[in-house]
C-alpha cells in the first residue's frame, strides 16, 4: 500500500510541475506578440498630418471665347440650298441598266405551245400493176365481144385495149377494185365491185360488131 501511494504521488508531482511550466511558457508567448504589435505600426500612421493636408489643385487654362454670333439672312434672301436641288442628278448604274431581250426569256411566252399542223391531202399511192391482165384496167374499159353456153354453164369473151382476148367465168376477178364476176347472162355480163364497203355493180353488154 505504501508503495501505491508514493507512485500517486510522484505522478500528482509530475503532473503538476508540467502543467505550470505549460502555463509559464503561454504568458511568455501573449507577451512576446503584444511587444510585435505595439513595435508594428500602420503605413498611414507614419504619414504626417501636413501630407495627409496637401491635395493636387487642378490647373485651368483660359480658352478665349469666340463669338458665335453670324448675321441673319434675310427673308427675301434666296437660298444657296436651291441650286444643289436643282442641279442635274449624276446617272447611277441602274438608271444607265439597257434590257437585251436577246439572251433571255420571253416573260410573255406561254410555256406550252401548240403546233397547228396543216393537214394536207392525202394523195392517191399509185397502186403496182397486177400480174393477172384482167385487174389492169378499170372494169368498164373491157368490152364483152362473146357469150357461149347454156343457163347452168356460160362463159364470155373480154377484150381489152391491147384487143387481146380473155375469158370470163363466175368468180373471175377483173377491174382495179377487186371486181367478182356474179353473173353472165346471154346478152350481158354483171361484176360486183366493193368501194368503201359498198357494193356496186358494173353491166358489161355483150357488143355484137
Do not use: W
Not at 504589435?37 to 504619414?47: G, M
Request: with cysteine; proline share 8%; hydrophobic share 40%.
Amino acid at each position: 500500500m505504501k508503495k501505491i501511494k508514493l507512485i500517486l504521488l510522484s505522478a500528482f508531482i509530475i503532473v503538476f510541475i508540467t502543467a505550470f511550466f505549460a502555463c509559464t511558457d503561454k504568458v511568455k508567448d501573449a507577451s512576446k506578440s503584444k511587444a510585435a504589435a505595439k513595435k508594428i505600426t500602420p503605413a498611414a500612421a507614419t504619414v504626417s498630418p501636413s501630407q495627409r493636408q496637401v491635395k493636387p489643385v487642378p490647373v485651368t487654362t483660359a480658352v478665349p471665347v469666340q463669338n458665335k454670333t453670324q448675321p441673319v439672312p434675310a427673308a427675301n434672301a434666296p437660298i444657296a440650298s436651291t441650286s444643289a436641288a436643282n442641279a442635274p442628278i449624276a446617272p447611277t448604274s441602274a438608271d444607265a441598266y439597257n434590257y437585251d431581250p436577246m439572251s433571255k426569256p420571253d416573260p410573255f411566252r406561254p410555256f406550252i405551245v401548240v403546233e397547228t399542223v396543216e393537214k394536207k391531202k392525202i394523195e392517191k399511192k399509185e397502186q403496182p400493176l397486177s400480174i393477172f391482165p384482167l385487174q389492169r384496167a378499170e372494169t368498164d374499159r373491157y368490152r364483152v365481144v362473146g357469150i357461149a353456153g347454156d343457163e347452168d354453164h356460160r362463159v364470155a369473151i373480154a377484150e381489152d385495149a391491147a384487143k387481146k382476148f380473155y375469158p370470163l367465168l363466175k368468180g373471175t376477178r377483173i377491174g382495179l377494185r377487186n371486181g367478182k364476176v356474179i353473173e353472165i347472162l346471154a346478152d350481158r355480163v354483171i361484176v360486183e365491185e366493193y368501194e368503201n364497203n359498198k357494193a356496186k355493180r358494173i353491166i358489161l353488154k355483150l357488143r355484137k360488131n
